[in-house]
């Protein structure tokens, strides 16, 4: 027999925040698709110099947003069929997928809070790498390999030098970013500075889906068990 009442309510409630559940992982696959993409990221992370690829951190923190976001919308569309259904077995499934989603974003914000500035920090020291080599007046057999690199951060990220840069970098400035000087010196921001503006911007617009996602959530699994006691007690149960 259906639910009837407040229990009837909640029912579709549940199902209007499971569909909002299944929305949310959609948006959340979309932007980590997007990230993973993106031309700024993708034309630093895929550099390499003297043998050692750029640091790849950021791409697995991507790599586990487009997992969350899948098993999201399987999750969302899971309970969306139990609310309709009154199915206490797949409501049941349904809470028992949440809590471990759940467990596992607490522990990835605990996790990303943590390292949240370990991704700006590698690219920084992997810049300053190609930086020093670039301005090495020995000659270096690398010196070549690390202008190209410079070039692409300075191109991508419309910046020049580390902000506290050596005459013997304002020297070679007009040669490691073209168009970004004036009378030998730098008119762009600094890449450091650059780098990690860019990365912040990213890790908040993660921080924020996960926040809307963990309070959807909380009320989700509040619904489910007061549907499923709904569905237990319910005539004819």
Same mark, same amino acid.
């Given at each position: 027999m259906?639910?009837?009442?407040?229990?009837k309510?909640?029912k579709?409630?549940?199902?209007?925040?499971?569909?909002?559940?299944?929305?949310?992982?959609?948006?959340i696959?979309?932007?980590?698709?997007?990230?993973?993409h993106?031309?700024?990221?993708?034309?630093?992370?895929?550099?390499?110099?003297?043998?050692?690829?750029?640091?790849?951190?950021?791409y697995?923190?991507?790599?586990i947003?487009?997992?969350?976001?899948?098993?999201?919308?399987?999750?969302?569309f899971?309970? &969306?069929? +139990?609310?309709?259904? #009154?199915?206490?077995? $797949?409501l049941?499934?349904?809470?028992f997928? *949440?809590?471990i /989603? =759940?467990?596992?974003?607490?522990a990835?914000?605990?996790?990303?809070?943590?390292n949240?500035d370990?991704i700006s920090?590698?690219l920084?020291?992997?810049?300053?790498?190609?930086?020093?080599?670039?301005?090495?007046?020995?000659?270096?057999?690398s010196?070549?390999s690390?202008?190209?690199?410079?070039?692409?951060?300075?191109?991508t990220?419309?910046?020049?030098?580390?902000?506290?840069?050596t005459?013997?970098?304002?020297?070679?400035?007009a040669?490691? &970013?073209? +168009?970004?000087?004036? #009378?030998?010196?730098? $008119?762009?921001?600094?890449?450091?500075?650059? *780098?990690?503006s /860019? =990365?912040?911007?990213?890790?908040y617009?993660?921080g924020?889906?996960?926040?809307?996602?963990?309070v959807?959530?909380?009320?989700?699994?509040?619904?489910?068990?007061?549907?499923?006691?709904?569905?237990?007690?319910?005539?004819g149960?």
């Open positions: 259906a639910v009837a009442g407040c229990t309510c909640i579709y409630m549940l199902f209007f925040l499971n569909f909002i559940f299944w929305l949310a992982g959609g948006v696959l979309g932007v980590a698709l997007w990230l993973r993106d031309s700024q990221t993708s034309n630093l992370l895929i550099l390499q110099f003297e043998g050692h690829q750029a640091p790849n951190t950021f697995i923190s991507v790599y947003l487009i997992a969350v976001g899948a098993v999201m919308m399987l999750v969302g899971l309970g &969306c069929y +139990g609310a309709i259904q #009154e199915s206490q077995c $797949l049941g499934t349904f809470f997928f *949440l809590v /989603l =759940f467990a596992c974003e607490v990835a914000a605990i996790w990303g809070f943590m949240r370990t920090k590698e920084i020291n992997f810049y300053d790498s190609a930086y020093i080599k670039a301005v090495d007046v020995s000659g270096s057999p010196k070549d690390a202008i190209k690199v410079l070039h692409v951060f300075h191109t990220l419309d910046c020049c030098g580390k902000g506290d840069d005459p013997l970098f304002i020297q070679v400035t040669t490691l &970013c073209p +168009g970004k000087t004036a #009378e030998g010196f730098p $008119l762009a921001k600094s890449c450091h500075s650059k *780098l990690i /860019l =990365f912040s911007e990213k890790l617009l993660i924020l889906a996960a926040l809307v996602v963990a959807i959530m909380i009320f989700e699994m509040i619904f489910t068990m007061v549907l499923c006691c709904g569905i237990r007690n319910s005539p149960v």
